[in-house]
C-alpha cells in the first residue's frame, strides 16, 4: 500500500509538471507571429542584421562577423540573440527571415525561465509541492509570457540569469568544483545578453564572493577559480568593453571583429536621479510600464494578487540575510537579496527606464514570491486547505482572464507610436507589381529596417542605394512635408490625419486601396 501511494505521488508529481511545461509552451508559441500584433523597429533591424550575417557573414552596416553587431549608428545589439537568429535562419529558416524566426529564440528562454526557476525552487525547499506551484505560476504570469513572444535582444538575460542562479545555488547545495565552474561559465554567458549585465554581473559575484567567503563555501582559492571561468567565457566581451573604455581601432578575436562603435553609450551610466530610476524601476516592475509589449495595466506584471506576496518573501529574505550574516551560516535568500540589490543599483545607473531594460528582476521577484507564499502557508496552521484554495482559485481566475484577454482581445496601438508597425507585405507587393511608380512612400518613420526585414537585400546593395529618406525606390517618411507626385505611390498608416488630408486636397484626383491600417494612394494615368 505504501508502495501504492509513493508511486501515486510521484506520478502525480511528475505529471503536475509536465502539464504545466506543456501549458506554458502552448501561451508562448500559440499566433507567436501574429501576437503582439505588429513588428517593432528593433525586432526589424536585429533580423535583418542577423540574415546579413547568415548570408554574408556582416551585419547591415558591412562590420565583419562583430561580437556586438551595429544597430543603427549610435548602438548595438547583444550578441546572443543576433547570432542565434542567424543559427535559425540556417536551420529552421532554410536561408529565410521570418518573425516567427526571430522571435523563437525569446519563446526558447522564456521556456528556460520556467524549467530552471523550477529545478532552483526544488532545490531550494525541497518541497515537491511549492514546486509544482512555481511551474504552474511562472508558466501563466503575464510578463514571463509576454517577454518570451518579442524579439528584444534584452529579454535573453532574464533567462540567462534564471538559469546562471539555478547553478550557482546548485553549487552551494554540492560545493562540488564542477559546480562552480559551471557556474562561473554561466555567469560568463549573462554578459552576451544585454548591456546592463556588464554592471550586473561583476557586482552582483564581487558581493556573493564575499558573502560566500564569509559563511565558508568559498575559499580564496575557490574565488579565483570561478572569476577565472567567468572572464574565460565571457572573454569577447571583456575585449569589446575594453575596446569601449580605450577607444581602440577595430581588431579581430578568434572568428570575430571588436569594432568600438558603441562607444557613446557609455555616456548613459551615471549617478543622475539614482533613486528615482531605483523607485520608478520597482514600481513598473512589480505593476506595469509604459509599453504594451511588455505589460497591461488591467494584469500587470505578474497579477496584482502576487505583490503582497514578494514583498513577503523579500521580508523573509532580508531576516535570513541578517541572520546569516549574524551565524556565519549560509541561506539561500542571502543570494537573492545580493541578487536584487545588485539589480537596483545597475538600474539605479542607466537611464531610460522601461520593463526590458530591468527584466533581469524577475529572477529574484520568482524567489520571493514562492518564499512569501511558503511562509504565509506555514503560518496559518488552521486555515491551510483554504489557503491554497483560494490562491489557487484567485491565479486561475487571474490567468484565465489574461489569457483571454491576451489571445482575444489585446492589441497594440501603434499610432503615433513610431516604433511600432503593422505589416504591409501585401500592400508593397501590390505597389511592387500593379503600379508604374516612380517611387514608393511607406509610411514608417525613417526606418528602412521596417522593408528589408521582410524583403532583405544584400546590405552592399543597401549601402550602395541608400538616400535621403530610404534606398533604392523606397522613401520612409510621410508627413506633412512629402512631395506629392503623379509618379509616386504612397502606403500611409489610417492615423497619420496630416498627410491624408494632403494628398485629398492636392489638385490632381487620386485613387485609393484601402487594407486594415493602411492607405494606398496611387495616382492614376
Not at 557573414?57 to 547583444?78: E, F
Not at 501585401?426 to 511607406?442: D, G, W
Request: overall charge neutral; proline content about 4%; aromatic content about 18%.
Amino acid at each position: 500500500m505504501k508502495k501504492a501511494m509513493a508511486s501515486l505521488q510521484k506520478n502525480y508529481y511528475k505529471a503536475g509538471l509536465f502539464i504545466s511545461y506543456i501549458v506554458a509552451f502552448i501561451l508562448r508559441i500559440l499566433f507567436l507571429s501574429d501576437i503582439p500584433n505588429i513588428l517593432h523597429i528593433d525586432e526589424a533591424g536585429l533580423g535583418y542584421n542577423a540574415w546579413c550575417l547568415a548570408h554574408y557573414g556582416v551585419d547591415r552596416y558591412l562590420n565583419k562577423m562583430p561580437i556586438y553587431p551595429q544597430n543603427y549608428v549610435y548602438g548595438g545589439q547583444s550578441p546572443l540573440y543576433t547570432y542565434l537568429v542567424s543559427l535559425l535562419i540556417l536551420t529552421v529558416g532554410k536561408g529565410s527571415l521570418s518573425l516567427f524566426i526571430v522571435r523563437l529564440p525569446g519563446l526558447l528562454f522564456s521556456m528556460l525561465i520556467v524549467i530552471f526557476s523550477t529545478k532552483t525552487i526544488h532545490l531550494v525547499f525541497r518541497n515537491r509541492n511549492l514546486t509544482l506551484a512555481c511551474s504552474f505560476l511562472v508558466s501563466v504570469l503575464p510578463y514571463p509570457i509576454m517577454q518570451g513572444r518579442i524579439g528584444y535582444d534584452c529579454n535573453l538575460m532574464f533567462g540567462c540569469c534564471v538559469i546562471a542562479m539555478y547553478s550557482l545555488v546548485k553549487y552551494t547545495s554540492t560545493e562540488k568544483t564542477a559546480d562552480l565552474c559551471i557556474c562561473g561559465t554561466a555567469f560568463g554567458l549573462v554578459m552576451y545578453s544585454y548591456a546592463p549585465s556588464y554592471i550586473f554581473v561583476p557586482l552582483f559575484l564581487s558581493l556573493s564572493a564575499l558573502y560566500l567567503l564569509y559563511v565558508r563555501k568559498l575559499n580564496i582559492r575557490r574565488i579565483l577559480l570561478w572569476a577565472g571561468c567567468v572572464c574565460v567565457s565571457c572573454l569577447p566581451i571583456l575585449l569589446f568593453i575594453m575596446s569601449l573604455l580605450l577607444k581602440l581601432e577595430p581588431f579581430k578575436f578568434l572568428c570575430f571583429y571588436i569594432y568600438p562603435f558603441a562607444s557613446g553609450r557609455a555616456t548613459e551610466v551615471s549617478l543622475e536621479d539614482f533613486w528615482s530610476k531605483v523607485w520608478h524601476s520597482i514600481q513598473i516592475t512589480l505593476t506595469h510600464g509604459g509599453f504594451i509589449v511588455d505589460s497591461v495595466p488591467k494584469f500587470g506584471t505578474m497579477y496584482s494578487l502576487s505583490i503582497p506576496f514578494i514583498l513577503v518573501g523579500f521580508l523573509i529574505s532580508l531576516y535570513h540575510f541578517g541572520s546569516s550574516l549574524r551565524k556565519r551560516r549560509f541561506h539561500h535568500s542571502a543570494l537573492f537579496i545580493l541578487f536584487y540589490v545588485t539589480s537596483l543599483v545597475t538600474m539605479g545607473l542607466v537611464d531610460a527606464i522601461e520593463i526590458y531594460r530591468a527584466n533581469f528582476f524577475f529572477a529574484a521577484y520568482i524567489y520571493f514570491l514562492l518564499l512569501g507564499i511558503y511562509s504565509v502557508y506555514g503560518f496559518i496552521k488552521n486555515y491551510r486547505r483554504a489557503f491554497v484554495t483560494v490562491l489557487a482559485g484567485g491565479y486561475l481566475i487571474w490567468a484565465f482572464s489574461f489569457i483571454q484577454f491576451y489571445f482575444h482581445i489585446y492589441k497594440v496601438v501603434i499610432y503615433p507610436h513610431s516604433l511600432y508597425f503593422i505589416p504591409a507585405v501585401e500592400a508593397i507587393e501590390f505597389s511592387e507589381s500593379e503600379l508604374s511608380v516612380e517611387t514608393i512612400y511607406i509610411d514608417a518613420a525613417g526606418f528602412s529596417e521596417v522593408q528589408l526585414f521582410f524583403s532583405p537585400i544584400s546590405p552592399y546593395e543597401w549601402t550602395e542605394t541608400q538616400c535621403e529618406g530610404g534606398y533604392g525606390r523606397y522613401n520612409f517618411v510621410i508627413n506633412g512635408d512629402t512631395d506629392l507626385s503623379t509618379e509616386n505611390a504612397y502606403l500611409t498608416r489610417k492615423e497619420n490625419a496630416e498627410f491624408i488630408e494632403m494628398i485629398n486636397h492636392f489638385e490632381v484626383p487620386h485613387e485609393t486601396v484601402e487594407y486594415e491600417n493602411y492607405y494606398l494612394f496611387y495616382f492614376a494615368e
